[in-house]
């Protein structure tokens, strides 16, 4: 794969960053990660990097908890950039051996961390399905519900419904009709979108970045393919799925239009415009977020790329950007410096959008009315109305 395509995916996975997390790391994490560095940057192959690094993670995991394994990684993109590009996928893995270490659903999502994308609790949940005999209805339905939904976040709540759409895929060995039947077997129209996300991303991933995958994955079906996307139709599978899948597909198709597209983003403007009406705001918004991803969230060049369409594009884009920028680090803060440096066009809109992801970080609509006051004073109730703080 091209250098390019794997900045691509970062457009919605990765925390690509100023590299500041929720606490900062300690004396130990930086000797760690120091150490873990000089033992693996002279491995020339990037298999065998990865190696390296996993077995080196995997054993803090085990000595000193998820969490400090998670903040090690955090130091440790510091010094290596190729741990920094892939960062996502290493916090999936981590996820992945903090439920094979711990054996428990709830203890390993507990110890996961917003960082990188919320790849932690998505690999809990890839763990924790590949560890079942059988994946059957009920324990699709059950497993969210018990351990997510007590702690009244909507977020959390999303994280794990869009693991378990991961993990579906994985276990059905990437045969999305399959995987899409499991995410129906939940109950709410949020809670089936959820993992309906998690599957189309699972399927975009493994295309774009294979190393991504588990090599010790369940598979059931070893005879279909391991994606279903054609770079002769940027737009499949969201033209062949039913309508209850079409917005989560498109909602993760841009990363694909853009990889096929030699990540042209003008040509990708124009590959959204051919989906169908409902879901064209849709690709666009997706696309900020891979821009996004593609600058490693800089506002200025961010703005750039998403000015390559046109003024309706553009502001969709933008949305999209936005939300990238606050929800890789579950961090309102950067999403509310982003909107400040758009022109009056799009700024009710940003701002409109950064109360949309408030309401699902803040179960407390104090809280959200608290961030939503940091806002440019003209366009405070724009976020609140969005944030139901008013």
Not at 81 to 88: C, Q, W, Y
């Amino acid at each position: 794969m091209c250098q390019s395509s794997l900045y691509i995916i970062r457009a919605w996975f990765v925390c690509m960053v100023s590299l500041a997390l929720c606490a900062t790391p300690s004396f130990a994490q930086d000797t760690e990660a120091e150490q873990l560095w000089s033992q693996c940057r002279g491995q020339q192959h990037q298999p065998q990097k990865r190696q390296c690094y996993h077995a080196g993670l995997e054993k803090i995991l085990r000595a000193q908890g998820t969490e400090h394994a998670l903040a090690t990684l955090a130091t440790l993109t510091q010094r290596d950039p190729d741990v920094l590009r892939d960062a996502h996928p290493y916090t999936h893995h981590l996820g992945r051996a903090s439920f094979a270490y711990y054996q428990d659903v709830a203890e390993a999502f507990a110890r996961c961390r917003e960082t990188f994308w919320s790849g932690c609790y998505h690999g809990v949940l890839e763990g924790y399905l590949r560890s079942l005999r059988e994946v059957r209805a009920d324990t699709i339905a059950a497993v969210c519900a018990r351990e997510v939904d007590a702690w009244q976040s909507t977020f959390l709540q999303y994280q794990c419904l869009h693991g378990l759409g991961h993990g579906l895929t994985l276990y059905f060995d990437y045969h999305l009709p399959t995987a899409l039947e499991g995410c129906d077997a939940l109950a709410s129209p949020f809670e089936r979108e959820s993992c309906y996300s998690g599957v189309f991303m699972e399927n975009v991933v493994a295309f774009l970045q294979p190393h991504h995958t588990p090599h010790e994955a369940h598979h059931t079906h070893a005879d279909r393919p391991r994606s279903l996307l054609r770079p002769e139709d940027p737009l499949y599978p969201c033209t062949a799925v039913g309508e209850p899948y079409q917005r989560a597909c498109y909602r993760m198709q841009s990363s694909a239009i853009l990889a096929f597209s030699q990540h042209d983003f003008t040509r990708a403007f124009q590959v959204c415009a051919g989906a169908p009406a409902a879901f064209v705001s849709v690709c666009y918004e997706s696309l900020g977020r891979d821009v996004s991803g593609f600058t490693l969230r800089d506002a200025e060049k961010t703005l750039s790329l998403c000015r390559q369409g046109g003024p309706e594009q553009a502001t969709a884009c933008l949305i999209g950007a936005v939300k990238d920028f606050i929800l890789t680090h579950a961090d309102p803060q950067r999403g509310l410096a982003f909107c400040r440096r758009l022109d009056d066009d799009s700024k009710e809109a940003c701002y409109a959008a950064t109360g949309e992801v408030l309401l699902s970080l803040y179960p407390d609509s104090q809280q959200r009315a608290q961030s939503c006051a940091q806002a440019e004073t003209d366009y405070i109730e724009a976020c609140k109305a969005a944030a139901a703080a008013l």
